[in-house]
Each structure stands twice: as structure tokens, then as C-alpha cells.
């Protein structure tokens, strides 16, 4: 006779309560099995990246606990600023704790004497090839290690093809909207001397509000702020992100919305974006005029986002200023990376973005490889 057949109704109960906790833990073991064996199974950064040092986080424990509470917080960044008389702010030189993808817990940032992320620039070498990044956090590299973001990854494939050295300049700065990076490229392009001038101006044009990142984002609402408490501890299991992975392609589009003022770039909204339109095509052919100025090759990069994986429309606004970046690289003459093509043409998903604005290091490594196809033609023949 079965065993449960002779155990009460409540010890059934416990035995099945009991039973399935086991079974959660075993397939919660077996998932994180496979993410350490296999990292580009869930959200994680190239694996050749050496994990963050607790020494680089500076020896004061106060200091490192402070930043790491502001870090949680925040959920995003902890960044030291330095005031800048036409730009607002520029990153302070030094390094900051930033969080990346969720199973890759925080890294840590260099910002150069330039403000830039990344190391110092050396002296250009004869042969050198540099690629300067304009724009916001995306291109920053918002939640990935320095390595993993697309000017980097871009930087290095270029380098192998064309056995020459090819050094990255991140000069993308979080919230910087196309004025700022227009100002960045006249107070520092001349120090950088760049081959090509990388712009993926976008998102911050279109908030409603210049974002400062010490302030971090506009708190959510009660009932948002309660959801994410308690979905927090589900999204940390290493099962929801492989279900999340491997069972998106079943699950059809899904629609995307934006968070509090910050995420309505992405939502027909009534109130006015950051930049006009105009200014934004002007801004956009003054750093391609600027570029030229410099000998350097503009590219225009369309940034996507989750929206293009929506089921409803793309917002009015997104597709406008998407529109005016492809009508100033034909009317320039300028190069265009097209984001959203880029994804929907090589296995691009939502799965790739660690939220409504920011790539995930697969992103990344996707725009990184385009990017590097599209310059290999022109940079072989300087």
C-alpha cells in the first residue's frame, strides 16, 4: 500500500509542501549550475571579464558600505560629478560602483582625467585608429563591464581585422543629451583626435527633463515600488532568467512600457521632449560638421529598445527623432547604424536589454559587431 495512501490528510499536505520546496531548490541548484558552466546562457557580461577586486572599491568599509547602500537604492548608479560651466555636469575623474546585469552583481567604472570611461589616453601611436562614442548611458554602457559595451567590442574586432591597434574612446556620458555631447566633441575632440565620431544621441533628448544621475530616477508610485519589492527576490533566481530566456520565443510580443517621467521617452505623452526636433537636427549636423573639422568620418547610431519588440505602434515622438537621425546621416553623408534593424535581423530580443532604454551585454556584443562591420571598409583604407 502506497505510503501517502496511509498518512493523514494534513501530513499529505506537508509531504507535497515539502516535496515541492525541494524540487524548487533543485531546479534553482541545476540553473545556477548552468550559469556559472555556460554565462551567456542568462544576463551576464563577456566571461573573459576578471570579477570586480573588494580592494578596488577603496579600503575606507564606510565609504565602500555607502556606496554600496546608494548603489541598492538607486538601483543604478553611484557617480561622483564635476560641475561643468556648458555642460551642466561631466563624470569626475577616479572610479564609481555600478551595477550590472543581475547575475553579474556591480562593477567598477574608470573615468579618466577627460571624464571619459575607460584608461587615460596614451600617445597616438602612427598606426592607431581611435573611435570616439558620443551619447548617453546607452552608449556609456549603462550595467556592463567596461569591456563588454559596443564601442569597445567594436574597437577590438576592428583591431583584429585589420592587425592594427584600434583604441576605444567612450566620451558617452550618463543623462548628456545631444547639446552636451555637441559640447563634449568641441571641448575635447581635438585632445582625442578621432577617426570616427560614433553618435547614438537619443533617449535623453526625448525625457522631459535634463536627468541628473546623482538624483537617480523620480520615485515610483506605491503600488509600482510594492510589485518590484516583491518581484526583486523572483528576479534574482538564476531559473527566471533562463525561463525568461529560453521561453520568450513561445510567449509572442510583449508590450513595453516606460517607468514614471524618466520612461516616458517612450510613451505618447503631452508634455514637451527635452530637445525639439529642430534643435535636435541641428545639434546633429553641427558634431557631424565638427567630426569633419577634427578628419574624423561621422556615424549615426539608432539606439533600439525594447518598444520595437512591442505589439502596439512605435510612440510618435521615437519614430520622429529616429527619422531626423537617418535624414542628417543622408543628408551629411554621414554613416547609420540602424539599432532596431540590427536586432530584428540577428536574433535581437528583450532578453537583451536590462531595461526600457539600457542593452544588456548581448545587446551590446550585437551593436559592437555591426558597428565593426560597417567601419572595417572605410578605416582599411587610412
Not at 550590472?100 to 598606426?127: D, H, K, M, W
Not at 551629411?332 to 530580443?349: S, V, Y
Not at 536590462?354 to 551593436?367: N, R
Request: proline fraction near 8%; charged fraction near 20%; glycine fraction near 8%.
Amino acid at each position: 500500500m502506497p505510503v501517502l495512501a496511509t498518512m493523514s490528510r494534513k501530513k499529505q499536505v506537508a509531504f507535497a509542501v515539502v516535496a515541492a520546496c525541494a524540487a524548487m531548490i533543485l531546479l534553482e541548484v541545476a540553473a545556477r549550475v548552468v550559469l556559472k558552466i555556460w554565462p551567456n546562457a542568462g544576463y551576464s557580461d563577456p566571461a573573459d571579464d576578471p570579477p570586480l577586486p573588494v580592494a578596488n572599491l577603496g579600503n575606507d568599509n564606510y565609504v565602500m558600505e555607502r556606496r554600496f547602500r546608494a548603489l541598492r537604492e538607486a538601483e543604478g548608479l553611484t557617480i561622483d560629478l564635476a560641475p561643468d560651466e556648458s555642460r551642466g555636469w561631466s563624470l569626475a575623474p577616479g572610479a564609481f560602483v555600478m551595477r550590472t546585469a543581475i547575475s553579474s552583481g556591480v562593477a567598477l567604472a574608470r573615468i579618466n582625467s577627460l571624464g571619459f570611461r575607460g584608461p587615460e589616453l596614451a600617445a597616438r601611436q602612427a598606426n592607431e585608429i581611435r573611435i570616439m562614442g558620443l551619447g548617453d548611458s546607452t552608449l556609456f554602457g549603462f550595467g556592463v563591464r567596461e569591456s563588454a559595451g559596443a564601442i569597445p567590442v567594436a574597437a577590438r574586432i576592428l583591431a583584429n581585422s585589420l592587425t592594427r591597434p584600434v583604441n576605444p574612446v567612450v566620451a558617452a556620458t550618463p543623462g548628456y543629451d545631444s547639446g552636451q555631447c555637441l559640447e563634449t566633441l568641441r571641448q575635447h575632440g581635438r585632445v582625442v583626435q578621432p577617426d570616427v565620431v560614433v553618435i547614438a544621441a537619443l533617449w535623453s533628448d526625448l525625457s522631459p527633463r535634463r536627468f541628473d544621475p546623482t538624483n537617480g530616477q523620480p520615485a515610483p508610485q506605491a503600488t509600482s515600488a510594492l510589485v518590484g519589492t516583491l518581484l526583486k527576490p523572483v528576479k534574482e533566481l538564476a531559473t527566471y532568467r533562463l525561463m525568461l530566456r529560453y521561453l520568450e520565443p513561445i510567449l509572442g510580443s510583449q508590450k513595453v512600457g516606460f517607468i514614471g517621467e524618466w520612461g516616458e521617452v517612450g510613451a505618447n505623452v503631452s508634455h514637451p521632449p527635452r530637445t525639439s526636433a529642430d534643435n535636435f537636427r541641428r545639434n546633429l549636423k553641427a558634431m557631424d560638421a565638427a567630426a569633419q573639422e577634427l578628419g574624423a568620418r561621422t556615424l549615426f547610431m539608432v539606439l533600439p529598445a525594447p518598444i520595437d519588440f512591442a505589439t502596439d505602434p512605435l510612440p510618435d515622438r521615437v519614430a520622429v527623432f529616429r527619422s531626423i537621425i537617418a535624414e542628417v546621416a543622408d543628408e551629411t553623408g554621414a554613416l547609420l547604424l540602424d539599432g532596431p534593424e540590427i536586432f530584428r535581423t540577428h536574433g535581437g530580443r528583450i532578453s537583451y536589454f536590462l531595461d526600457q532604454v539600457h542593452p544588456a551585454a548581448e545587446g551590446h556584443q550585437l551593436l559592437g559587431q555591426a558597428l565593426a562591420e560597417l567601419l572595417t571598409g572605410p578605416l582599411s583604407r587610412l
